[in-house]
């Protein structure tokens, strides 16, 4: 299975933004999918799953401001992003697991800019 994200970009403090990511392959054995993120200098942080009963999780930095929605039908993952801060800029990667092993997307950028 492949994972391809989109939608980040450049966007003020307090907006909104999506990021998007499109499942592909043999998508079969998708599990629970979810998001990562990665600001300069730190560590991946995990923010968000969504599992295939549709029961979501946040980290508590996100919550009440993310919301991670999913089509199972055309097997694609958003995340919708609202009340940006400047800590969420970040390189945001779409999360898998695919039969017990963990797929990855490559990761787009998210900049929380005045």
């Known amino acids: 299975v492949q994972l391809q994200a989109s939608g980040g970009g450049l966007v003020r403090p307090g907006g909104s933004l999506r990021v998007s990511c499109a499942a592909s392959g043999n998508t079969a054995g998708l599990n629970t999918m979810g998001w990562y993120r990665q600001a300069p200098g730190k560590q991946r942080e995990w923010i968000a799953y969504i599992n295939l009963d549709g029961k979501r999780w946040y980290a508590d930095s996100v919550k009440g401001r993310f919301t991670i929605s999913r089509d199972f039908g055309n097997n694609w993952l958003d995340l919708e992003l609202s009340s940006v801060e400047v800590g969420d800029t970040a390189v945001y990667y779409c999360?898998?697991?695919?039969?017990?092993?963990?797929?990855w997307g490559q990761g787009t950028l998210v900049t929380v800019s005045s």
């Open positions: 999360y898998g697991n695919w039969r017990g092993s963990h797929r």
